[in-house]
Every structure is written in C-alpha cells, then in structure tokens.
C-alpha cells in the first residue's frame, strides 16, 4: 500500500513539473511575441527560482558553457520541446 501511494505521489509531482514547465515554454512564446517595450522587467524573470534556473540554462547553451549535463539538458528541452 505504501509504495503505492509513492508511486501515486511520484506521478503527481512529475506531472506537476511537466505542466510547470509547460506553462515557462508558454510563457517565452508569449514574451517573445511583445514589443520591447511591454515586455516584462528583468526582475520578474529574476525572483522565480526555476525560471532563473532554466534562463541560465538557456544562456549557458547558447554560448556553450554549460557547468553540468543537467543544465543542458534543460537547455535543449526549452530550446526544443517535444
């Protein structure tokens, strides 16, 4: 019954990750599309801890410095999602 309700578990979280990420890819297409000067501030991308992540991750590809596989393989699903 225990490892049950782990799997359970373990399938809402990756669910929950997946649908998070979703929403960044979204919200880059989104921000992608506005003009300069209504984009979002700087500050915005800065405070949520997993989106500042998956941006240095993002930056870190593009000039081919990634520090860890993690990071590029964060890079390369933002960069090209499934």
């Known amino acids: 019954m225990k490892q049950v309700e782990e799997l359970s578990h373990r399938k809402l ?26 984009k979002p501030p700087k500050s915005s991308w800065t405070n949520d801890e997993n989106n500042w992540s998956r941006i240095e991750s993002l930056v870190a590809y593009a000039i081919d410095a990634c520090k860890s596989d993690e990071q590029r393989k964060t890079a390369g699903m933002v960069t090209f999602p499934a």
């Open 13 to 38: 979280a990756k669910e929950a990750a997946e649908k998070e990420f979703q929403e960044f890819i979204e919200l880059l297409a989104s921000v992608k599309s506005m003009s300069l000067q209504d």
